[in-house]
C-alpha cells in the first residue's frame, strides 16, 4: 500500500478535496464518487459522508492508498 502525507493548509479538508489533492481522484466529482461507492476509509472505518471533515492526525485509505494527514506547517 503506497503512503502518501499530506499537509493541511486550515484547520481541515473535505474529503472529496482531499481525494483530488491527495491524486486519487482526478476531480472533486470523482473524490464525490469513490466516497459513494463505499471505496474509502477513515481511520479504519467506512466513511460515506463526501464532505466529512479530515483533520491532522487522521489516515484515509482509498484504492490500495492510504493517505496520512499531517497538521498546517
Known amino acids: 500500500m503506497d503512503t502518501i502525507e499530506f499537509q493541511l493548509k ?7 478535496d482531499l481525494l483530488k489533492l491527495a491524486g486519487i481522484a482526478d476531480s472533486g466529482g470523482q ?3 469513490l466516497v ?11 466513511e460515506s459522508r ?8 487522521q489516515v484515509v485509505e482509498c484504492r490500495g492508498a ?3 494527514v499531517a497538521p498546517a506547517a
Not at 10 to 16: A, D, F, I, M, P
Open 10 to 16: 486550515g484547520e481541515h479538508v473535505r474529503l472529496c
Open 31 to 33: 473524490g464525490k464518487q
Open 36 to 46: 459513494a461507492a463505499g471505496e474509502v476509509m477513515v481511520d479504519g472505518q467506512p
Open 50 to 57: 463526501k464532505a466529512a471533515k479530515i483533520r491532522a492526525g
Open 66 to 68: 492510504r493517505i496520512v
